[in-house]
């Protein structure tokens, strides 16, 4: 018997919209990201997928606040607020020319979306139910 005040979601479907909308948000990130990750860097196309994967990334971060276990934040809310300050400071490190930090704060924020995805895919948690099927 499930005591927990969590609340239990059976489908994607049955998902609420703003979960659905995180979900949507960082699957184009991760794609995005991917793609970015391993093509040609600093020309048009670059600077234009740049600024989506940045838009993307901030809203993922911003919805997520409206997810919560249990009616409370967790320690992932923790990775939403670095992700608020670190993508910006990216942004900044890329227009003041310094394309070392950059790269490392875009590549290390990638990682961090990366990890927590993988982290969604655990056997109990809502996704990983969708993916591998419910226990």
């Known amino acids: 018997m499930n005591t927990s005040s969590a609340v239990v979601i059976h489908s994607i479907a049955a998902a609420p919209w703003y979960v659905l909308l995180h979900l949507s948000l960082s699957l184009g990130a991760l794609a995005i ?3 970015s990750l391993a093509r040609r860097k600093g020309d048009r ?3 234009i997928l740049g ?3 940045v838009c993307l990334m901030l809203a993922t ?9 249990r009616g409370r934040f967790s ?3 923790v990775l939403s607020v670095v992700v608020l300050v670190a993508v910006p400071l990216g942004v900044l490190h890329a227009r003041r020319g310094n394309l070392r930090a ?3 704060t875009m590549a290390s924020t990638f990682a961090g979306l990366a990890i927590a995805g993988a982290f969604t895919l655990l056997p109990y948690r809502m996704l990983g139910q969708f993916v591998f099927g419910a226990r």
């Open 33 to 35: 990201g991917v793609w």
């Open 45 to 47: 196309l670059h600077k």
């Open 51 to 53: 600024w989506v994967w």
């Open 61 to 69: 971060a911003a919805i997520s606040f409206a997810i919560q276990g």
């Open 75 to 77: 320690m992932i809310h």
């Open 102 to 104: 950059h790269s490392y």
